[in-house]
């Protein structure tokens, strides 16, 4: 969504950073089965080297409106835990 010029002019501020995406999965412990959550989020805060595969984080999610598309979600921040 935020990949396109209407997509990044919807989201103020927001889009015009350079962004990346993070996924999230959840297990189910009393289920074999495992969600996943996909947000955009600043490309900078993705550059920190302690940010790699297994490695808990904690997020700071928002559910943000992109005019005509719906909803996404966006992380305005993050620490390694």
Not at 13 to 18: A, L, P, T
Not at 21 to 39: A, K, L, M
Not at 53 to 74: H, K, M, P, S
């Amino acid at each position: 969504m935020a990949d396109t010029a209407m997509g990044r002019a919807s989201l103020r501020s927001i889009g015009k950073q350079e962004m990346g995406r993070i996924t999230v999965q959840v297990p189910y412990p009393t289920e074999d089965y495992i969600e996943s959550f996909t947000s955009w989020i600043p490309a900078k805060l993705l550059r920190d080297r302690r940010i790699k595969r297994d490695v808990t984080v904690a997020l700071n999610l928002e559910r943000i409106q992109i005019v005509g598309r719906g909803y996404t979600w966006f992380c305005d921040s993050l620490e390694v835990v």
